[in-house]
């Protein structure tokens, strides 16, 4: 039962993904005073099945110089880090319940590095290694904070369970750390390479990044990838700050506005400059959260002394 409904997540992970690409084309199309895609299918909505009909069947290039096996590998290792993921999915039956999910969340995002790198460094391109050199700095500057934001909330419910969440939040850990809700906001945007902090894919110097040089299966595997690390911090988000109450149809809700909501960024504010990007995490996220940690660590000591 714990692989039928594994694949069953991962398979309406998938069709979200589809969505959430139609979602974003659509919201910018209104923010750029357009209509977006509303040709094919009633009102767009089968734009993206035609999108990966169309991706899946173009030739597959690659360049003469790269390093082949690695080239070809590094998409499908990074789609299968963000399938990975969701194995975190805290469902009460059916699946299998990590005790330990902060760790092995923090496992695979550090792994996650290896992928962009390796594509970069393999597709034997200068631009494509200079965007896998970004991409791996500002990831790995902003797990340092984002690291440290989430164990302040792992403190209020004595475990690394995600699951827990929904036990002990009786009222949403964000109304209790709002700038820290914000940081945590902010290091998700760097963490998926989304806007303003997309450097890695700086397409007025860059082109496109450290993926310059796949096409076809290989860029939608990484496409891919991308898409479902966004909807899983969407996720993350709407368990350890909104509630947590995965049981209920306002959970999902509240998931698709934090998607919206990520989207809605891309569309209005422009890219950093890349030391301004650095010194955010180091100078301003990384002290704050510290703080925090400190602040909330001696508050509940004191409670426990209390009783």
Same mark, same amino acid.
């Given at each position: 039962m714990f692989v039928i409904s594994y694949l069953v997540t991962l398979v309406f992970i998938l069709i979200s993904v589809g969505f959430v690409t139609l979602l974003e084309r659509k919201v910018l199309g209104?923010? !750029?005073?357009?209509?977006?895609?509303?040709?094919? /299918?009633?009102?767009g909505l089968l734009q993206p099945f035609s999108d990966g009909i169309k991706l899946f069947f173009k030739e597959q290039t690659y360049p003469y110089m790269s390093n082949f096996l690695i080239y070809y590998l590094c998409p499908v290792f990074m789609l299968f880090l963000s399938f990975l993921l969701w194995v975190?999915?805290? !469902?009460?039956?059916?699946?299998?319940?990590?005790?330990? /999910?902060?760790?092995? @969340?923090m496992c695979c995002t550090g792994m996650g590095v290896y992928g962009v790198m390796l594509s970069g460094w393999s597709s034997n391109s200068k631009y494509a290694l200079l965007g896998g050199l970004r991409a791996v700095a500002q990831t790995i500057s902003y797990e340092v904070s984002m690291t440290l934001i989430m164990l302040c909330y792992f403190l209020f419910i004595f475990s690394y369970n995600f699951l827990d969440f929904m036990i002990y939040q009786f009222f949403w850990f964000l109304l209790f750390s709002i700038p820290l809700f914000f940081c945590w906001l902010s290091s998700c945007l760097a963490e998926t390479n989304r806007s303003p902090f997309d450097f890695a894919e700086g397409e007025s110097e860059l082109v496109s990044g450290f993926n310059v040089e796949y096409s076809g299966a290989g860029f939608s595997f990484i496409f891919l990838s991308e898409?479902?690390?966004?909807? @899983?911090? $969407?996720?993350?988000?709407?368990?350890?700050?909104? /509630? /947590?109450?995965?049981? $209920?149809?306002?959970?999902?809700?509240?998931?698709?506005l934090v998607i919206f909501w990520f989207i809605w960024v891309r569309g209005t504010l422009p890219r950093f400059r890349y030391d301004k990007l650095m010194y955010l995490t180091w100078s301003v996220f990384l002290p704050m959260s510290l703080n925090y940690y400190l602040f909330f660590s001696m508050f509940l000591l004191f409670m426990m002394m209390d009783y």
């Open positions: 209104y923010i !750029q005073l357009r209509k977006g895609p509303n040709s094919v /299918g009633f009102m975190l999915f805290p !469902q009460v039956i059916n699946v299998y319940n990590f005790d330990y /999910g902060f760790l092995f @969340f898409y479902m690390n966004i909807i @899983f911090m $969407s996720f993350l988000t709407v368990v350890i700050f909104l /509630g /947590g109450d995965f049981v $209920s149809f306002f959970f999902y809700i509240k998931v698709v």
